[in-house]
């Protein structure tokens, strides 16, 4: 069936560090794939998303390419903040219409 | 534009009792899901509505859990009885298209559930 797998965390960094996040995917067809991140006591926010082979999303410093020789979809940033620290949610949606499959999300806790 | 609307934030019940929650998604989103979100883990799809049929409730567990969305606008979702391991927030979402244009989904903010 379709799954998203994600590195477990939690993920902590000083200021500036470069971030990586590793997500893979097994889907059938082509899916479209997305990260989303969840700020304490918010709600879910679309970070970013991909929705073909080798294109790039990017939003607020972060960015992730969908790759589908290795069926994944990385998510990294070059210097984060503190206010980056938040739990961050691959996830993929296998065709239109159906519902977004997430993975078990990763917690990032950056600090000064 | 008024985001999904969820009510209410928090609810604590016993485990035995039964509890409803309701989800008023974005004007025009034809499209309304319901998933849980245990501690710890990613959201996990309960149903998927597409206006007011069901087009998804496999993960559903219907002995206990019933949702509807009546008129094809707002939705419930009811745990009856409710067991321990229900804890966990309920995350409604909905999606749709205006002038063939895919906007997405929309999260509310979600119903935090403890039962003790």
């Known amino acids: 069936g379709n799954s998203v797998t994600q590195m477990e965390g939690p993920v902590t960094l000083s200021e500036e560090a470069f971030l990586t996040i590793n997500c893979t995917y097994t889907?059938?067809?082509?899916?479209?794939l997305f990260w989303y991140v969840q700020y304490p006591g918010e709600g879910l926010q679309l970070l970013l998303k991909a929705t073909k082979a080798d294109d790039k999303g990017s939003n607020k410093g972060f960015e992730a390419t969908y790759r589908k020789e290795t069926t994944s979809f990385h998510l990294e940033k070059g210097s984060v903040q503190v206010s980056d620290s938040a739990v961050y949610f691959c996830a993929l949606r296998y065709q239109a219409g159906t519902a977004l499959i997430f993975g078990k999300g990763t917690t990032l806790s950056v600090s000064s | 534009e008024a985001g999904v609307a969820q009510s209410p934030r928090y609810k604590i019940i016993e485990k035995r009792q039964s509890v409803a929650f309701w989800c008023n998604p974005i004007?025009?989103?034809?499209?309304l899901y319901w998933y849980q979100q245990i501690l710890g883990q990613g959201p996990k799809l309960l149903i998927q509505f597409q206006n007011n049929g069901v087009v998804d409730d496999s993960q559903l567990p219907k002995d206990r859990f019933s949702a509807e969305r009546l008129k094809g606008v707002d939705s419930t979702l009811k745990i009856q009885p409710a067991k321990l391991e229900d804890s966990a927030v309920y995350l409604c979402?909905?999606?749709?298209?205006?002038?063939?244009?895919?906007?997405?989904?929309?999260f509310g903010s979600g119903t935090r559930l403890t039962v003790v």
């Open positions: 004007s025009g989103h034809a499209t």
């Open positions: 889907a059938t067809g082509y899916p479209s």
């Open positions: 979402a909905s999606s749709g298209l205006k002038q063939g244009r895919d906007y997405g989904y929309t």
